[in-house]
T-cell receptor
Framework: GEDVEQSLFLSVREGDSSVINCTYTDSSSTYLYWYKQEPGAGLQLLTYIFSNMDMKQDQRLTVLLNKKDKHLSLRIADTQTGDSAIYFCAEPASGTYKYIFGTGTRLKVLA | DGGITQSPKYLFRKEGQNVTLSCEQNLNHDAMYWYRQDPGQGLRLIYYSQIVNDFQKGDIAEGYSVSREKKESFPLTVTSAQKNPTAFYLC??????????????FGPGTRLLVL
């Protein structure tokens, strides 16, 4: 199927690390993306990882890719209240112009 | 500054009325997309345009129509045939629409509400 799966909610305390998980479907996906959506706003590209990489680090963000299990994760270090948002993973659907988005994980950061 | 603009931010539709959502980009991107977002769901693709004067149906095109007369503009009309139009509508663009390693850039969205 074409479902990209994410858990719906995650709650963490300010200063802790957050880990948002995603299971994707297409093993031939060349790039995998993480987007952030703040309340009432559009999606903002956070980071992406190329499929031949296992890990990518960008300041507080770490993306881990397990191609064997088709599992993607986003770790946010030292989570701040401004990180509260919905996080979407996405992959391009093979052979088409379409992008498949996960259902989104709502991250709530408690002060 | 380059980017994507959507207007209006909020739109109210009366029953039986067609409404049009605007999407403009000055990124010089060839491809543009319309998505619908409902609470607790991911984004669902309504229509897609890879180039001017060409567009294709996405997964939930029924009750919607689009046009692509200019590269920078991709308006979406929600027709009276769309029986459940209340949602958040997002427009996006990408450089070429090839789906390989392309990043999609999103507008701020339009929230459509039915009176």
């Amino acid at each position: 199927g074409e479902d990209v799966e994410q858990s719906l909610f995650l709650s963490v305390r300010e200063g802790d690390s957050s880990v948002i998980n995603c299971t994707y479907t297409d093993s031939s996906s060349t790039y995998l993306y993480w987007y952030k959506q703040e309340p009432g706003a559009g999606l903002q590209l956070l980071t992406y990882i190329f499929s031949n990489m296992d890990m990518k680090q960008d300041q507080r963000l770490t993306v881990l890719l397990n191609k064997k299990d088709k599992h993607l994760s986003l770790r946010i270090a030292d989570t701040q209240t401004g990180d509260s948002a919905i996080y979407f993973c996405a992959e391009p659907a093979s052979g088409t112009y379409k992008y498949i988005f996960g259902t989104g994980t709502r991250l709530k950061v408690l002060a | 500054d380059g980017g994507i603009t959507q207007s209006p931010k909020y739109l109210f539709r009366k029953e039986g009325q067609n409404v049009t959502l605007s999407c403009e980009q000055n990124l010089n991107h060839d491809a543009m997309y319309w998505y619908r977002q409902d609470p607790g769901q991911g984004l669902r693709l309504i229509y897609y345009s890879q180039i001017v004067n060409d567009f294709q149906k996405g997964d939930i095109a029924e009750g919607y129509s689009v046009s692509r007369e200019k590269k920078e503009s991709f308006p979406l009309t929600v027709t009276s045939a769309q029986k459940n139009p209340t949602a958040f509508y997002l427009c996006a663009s990408s450089i070429a629409g090839t789906g390989v390693g392309e990043t999609q850039y999103f507008g701020p969205g339009t929230r459509l509400l039915v009176l």
